[in-house]
């Protein structure tokens, strides 16, 4: 099963960009679909982007179209998040988490096991 560490996160104006990274450890990760959740509190934890294994599939959540970027790097293990035009509402704690069906990764409540998340604040 893999393991997940998030980074990148931090404090940002609105309009600001940051970059997120994801590193998975096990051996299942270049077959997995990977996503980037988010959650604030007292809400259930939302799929933001996903990525197919070898990268040539992309969803994203249609409040973060045009605006993030999702990418991996199989040989590294990671996956990354480009956000530019951040707004407050992308305020949240972000995870990340795969699975070999990327049906599965829209099963947020059953997908797997999950690491600490970045912090991502947008202020002014």
């Known amino acids: 099963q893999m393991q997940f560490v998030e980074s990148g996160g931090g404090s940002v104006q609105p309009g600001g960009s940051l970059r997120l990274s994801c590193t998975a450890s096990g051996t299942m990760f270049s077959i997995s679909a990977i996503g980037w959740y988010r959650q604030v509190p007292g809400k259930q934890r939302e799929l933001v982007a996903a990525i197919s294994n070898y990268g040539a599939v992309t969803h994203y959540a249609d409040s973060v179209k045009g605006r993030f970027t999702i990418s991996r790097d199989n040989a590294k293990n990671e996956v990354y998040m480009e956000m530019n035009n951040l707004q407050s509402e992308d305020t949240a704690v972000y995870y990340c988490?795969?699975?070999?069906?990327?049906?599965?990764?829209?099963?947020?409540?059953?997908?797997?096991?999950w690491g600490q998340g970045t912090q991502v604040t947008v202020s002014s």
């Open positions: 988490n795969g699975h070999r069906m990327w049906a599965s990764l829209f099963q947020v409540e059953t997908i797997g096991a």
